[in-house]
């Protein structure tokens, strides 16, 4: 997989420096107690 | 693209806003622990509900490891990208192999926040390779 480098989300890097495998960019969710913490009453 | 429950929204506005008796901010949000947060690694998918299990071996931290910079702040609704000015990097020295599946954002103390599958995954990596998240590549947002 060759991806440019500003998509890249992780890589995995050989002892020698060189990128074995990459994959993009990761988007995030909210958990369950960020979700509690915005909206206590589950409204 | 996802949106913002109305309610929600108005969590979020009235905690920081003078809705409160007096004109005082509206019902906070509880505070995290002002402390680094830290991103973990798991060998299964966490969930809204429940992390997943952490990887284990030399190499890898248990609670994750901290994020040592500020990320950009959000401005008029903007995403949050971590991490800033370097990447994070893990190397095997487990002996064995890791699948990594997904990660979690936390509190230092391990409360949750955030949390996202690795595109690809599961991500193998074999004993003495590094496994890094790029700058900038994990993205969190609202809108």
Redesign the interface.
């Known amino acids: ?1 060759s991806l440019p ?2 998509e ?8 020698d420096g060189n990128v ?2 990459s ?13 509690e ?3 206590p009453e589950g ?1 | 693209m996802a949106a913002i ?1 109305a ?2 929204v108005s ?2 506005l009235n905690a920081t806003s003078p809705t409160g008796t007096g004109g005082v901010p509206g019902t906070a ?2 505070a995290l622990t002002a402390a680094a947060m830290k991103v973990r690694l798991n060998s299964t998918l ?1 969930t ?2 429940a992390a997943g299990t952490e990887i284990t071996g030399a190499g890898y931290t248990a609670g994750g490891q901290s994020l040592s910079a500020a990320s950009a702040a959000s401005s008029a609704g903007s995403n949050v990208t971590l991490p800033t000015t370097t990447a994070l990097s893990w190397t095997n020295g487990s002996g064995g192999q890791w699948s990594i599946v997904s ?3 936390t509190d230092s103390t391990g ?11 599961p ?3 074999a004993n ?7 700058v ?6 609202l809108t």
């Open positions: 997989m480098l500003t890249i989300g992780w890589q995995v890097v050989d002892p074995v495998e994959g993009p960019l990761t988007i995030a969710h909210m958990t369950a107690e960020l979700v913490q915005i909206n409204n | 429950d309610a929600l969590k979020i949000l509880t966490s809204a509900s990660f979690d954002l409360v949750r926040t955030w949390w996202g599958p690795f595109n690809g995954q991500v193998l990596v003495g390779n590094t496994f890094q998240i790029a900038g590549g994990i993205t969190l947002q």
